[in-house]
């Protein structure tokens, strides 16, 4: 079994900004590509950003120059440093991780999301 554990959303005003936490525990034996997407009302799902255990980082156009995503090996965890929030970022926060098991079998998770709301 693997668990997510998110932390970190909250309401701040534009401008403002926040550090999105996701942990993993478990069954794991190490951890692949890990990344955060997000999920406004009335709208699909969309990809923030993915960093892959190699450390190569992809972003959404609409967050570049902004936030930055990162993780830490030692600690299964990976964050999100959100600046210049905009009231657009308004979402559900999710992190999403591929992950090795002891048995060498590959999974994809999701955490259970963390509401971020950006005020004008």
């Known amino acids: 079994q693997v668990q997510l554990v998110e932390s970190g959303g909250g309401l701040v005003q534009a401008g403002g900004s926040l550090r999105l936490s996701c942990a993993a525990s478990g069954n794991i034996f190490t951890l692949n590509t890990m990344g955060w997407y997000r999920q406004a009302p009335g709208k699909q799902r969309e990809l923030v950003a993915t960093?892959?255990?190699?450390?190569?980082?992809n972003y959404a156009d609409s967050v570049k120059g902004r936030f930055t995503i990162s993780r830490d090996n030692a600690k299964n965890t990976v964050y999100l440093q959100m600046n210049s929030l905009k009231p657009e970022d308004t979402a559900v926060y999710y992190c999403n991780v591929d992950i090795v098991s002891r048995w060498f079998r590959t999974e994809n998770y999701w955490g259970q999301g963390t509401q971020v709301t950006v005020s004008s």
């Open positions: 960093v892959t255990a190699g450390s190569t980082t």
